[in-house]
């Protein structure tokens, strides 16, 4: 049997971007970007001023309180041209508008009186450059900016749009085909009767493959025949990415397999050492992934977590796949019976000082969907580790959004 680290390295092993698309760079946010791109200008493209005030020359400004007089007004949006700051004048310059020749500092107008209207009088010693923005300070033309394979954010639509981008290539979110099987199942939105289950991995699927940035596909459930598995499993191949639920372990009704490989699907592995998520299978036809996730609501999602969505990520083009990992205290002692796998517990963090403490989020029996919900992150005790001490220190994948402060 394959162990947690070998699958997923197998996986990632297996895994291509889908392709890439042209996009408003708002669209682009979260996603990463195909190639370089260059400045095709100077940033700022001109001298200009940083503040609301004058523009003057250095040399007049030697003594406080001394009085130049002003002799034009440049607001923001205007043009410099023909303007010029004489020896013992002053300009009047808003903040954004280009520096007239002659000035080399800009006084902001609250280090300044107006005496008339005419004349100011500097009431603070001056520095050569002050409060200009050079052209060319912030970026120069020719110069890479920001790399192929950046995830685009804020700061980067910023950019890109004041170097007058307003669409770039980036990778594209694929369609994730997601199929439940089972004759339990029923849909949401109806009280369950008598050997009923809701299909909550269908939408819990969905909702994570949402927000790893995919768009997710409903494909329905699949009933424990051979002719619903065919049609269905045949409609989820359609997609970039299929991942099934249930019916993969090896009960006479877990058709899933049995079907995938009538289908064409090679099947790199079947069965990883974790625990939960032992029956996890992945194939690939034709380049496309195709997991098989264990039914449990628990199970389905950590093995989303651990093995899916790092796919999905390098499928969008990410090079960092794996979630934010860091070492925790034990609160508490792990007796943990199945050692022979690695373990993924759910856990709560806190956090006091730079110390992280992690604390079993409840029971860890598979089937406990409540100990999911008031988890925040996943901790890794390694094969082997039958009991885990108070005190001792775990790896863990943390994706929660928060950490309780003590
Ligand atoms: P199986 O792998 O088919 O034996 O299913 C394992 C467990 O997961 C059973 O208790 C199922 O009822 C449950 N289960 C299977 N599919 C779903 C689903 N789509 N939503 C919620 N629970 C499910
Ligand atoms: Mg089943």
Known sequence: MLSYEQARQIILENITPVGTEQVDIVEAIGRVLVEDVVAPWDMPLWDNSAMDGYAVRIADCSEISCKLKVTGYIPAGARADGVEVKPGCAVKIMTGAPIPSGADAVVPIEETEETSGEQVAIQAPVALCQHIRYRGEDVRSGQTVIAGGTIIRPPEVSMLASLGRARVPVFIRPLVAILSTGDELIEVGRTPGAGELINSNTLSLAAAVREAGGIPRIIGIARDNLESHREKLQEGLKADMLVTSAGVSAGDRDLVRVVLDELGVKQVFWKVGVKPGKPTAFGVKDGKPVFSLPGNPVASLITFEEF???????????????????????????????????????????????????STSGKQQTGLLKTMVNSAAIAVIPPGRGFMAAGEEVDVHFFGSYIDLI
Do not use: H, W
């Not at 990992?325 to 373990?343: P, V």
């Open 308 to 358: 899916v969505r790092p796919a999905l990520l390098r499928m969008m083009g990410q090079c960092q796949v794996l979630r934010p990992t860091f070492r925790a205290i034990l609160n508490e002692d792990i007796k943990n019976k199945e050692s022979d796998r690695t373990t993924l517990l759910r856990i709560r963090l806190e956090r006091e000082g730079d110390r992280f403490y992690a």
